[in-house]
């Protein structure tokens, strides 16, 4: 079985400061990670995977992410957030072709 | 490249009362999925289709929830009846592939039971 915990339900930031998002998985096989974000009515988009090899990984918007496998987590990060950066953030993990998603981040982002 | 298509994008039914949803993935994609979105939640997998066969329903609600992928192309995932617990979004997503493809998902359709 394999699980996705996101630590932080919501986070507010100011616009052009950092974030970083928390989301720590357990999994007894190797996996595949991804975060996706989810604008208000709108199905999930794919801002970056993890599939092998580079443990920092590079998506669209600014947005990065680094792979640990030591302490199982895959933090989401973006050194400057627009306004346009709200949304919900969705860590997820995937195994045999199942996706499992973690709880979501909204992330609220104030002028 | 069009993406994924559901319809209706929102309903209002009773309880009690049918509904069904539909999805047309991106062409090309052998792999379909319905999930279950509950407000401030992440999605749930209900079913996934490899082509037209069903290869993981084991969280579908089977006494109320049925799903089709005829032909391996175009999917329905219907209720009946519904209850007011089932008010939730309803996403179908689509894959080239298993294992690490991405998913692709559509813009939901955000039932009401009342």
Known sequence: AQSVTQLDSQVPVFEEAPVELRCNYSSSVSVYLFWYVQYPNQGLQLLLKYLSGSTLVKGINGFEAEFNKSQTSFHLRKPSVHISDTAEYFCAVSSSGQLTFGGGTRVLVKP | ?114
């Open chain 2, 1 to 114: 490249e069009a993406g994924v298509v559901q319809s209706p994008r929102y309903k209002i039914i009773e309880k009690k009362q049918p509904v069904a949803f539909w999805c047309n993935p991106i062409s090309g994609h052998n792999t379909l999925y319905w999930y279950l979105q509950n407000l401030g939640q992440g999605p749930e997998l209900l079913i996934r289709y490899e082509n037209e066969e069903a290869v993981d329903d084991s969280q579908l609600p089977k006494d109320r929830f049925s799903a089709e992928r005829l032909k391996g192309v175009d999917s329905t995932l219907k209720i009946q009846p519904a209850e007011l617990g089932d008010s939730a979004v309803y996403l179908c997503a689509s894959s080239p592939s298993t294992g690490g493809a991405e998913q692709y998902f559509g813009p939901g359709t955000r039932l009401t039971v009342t």
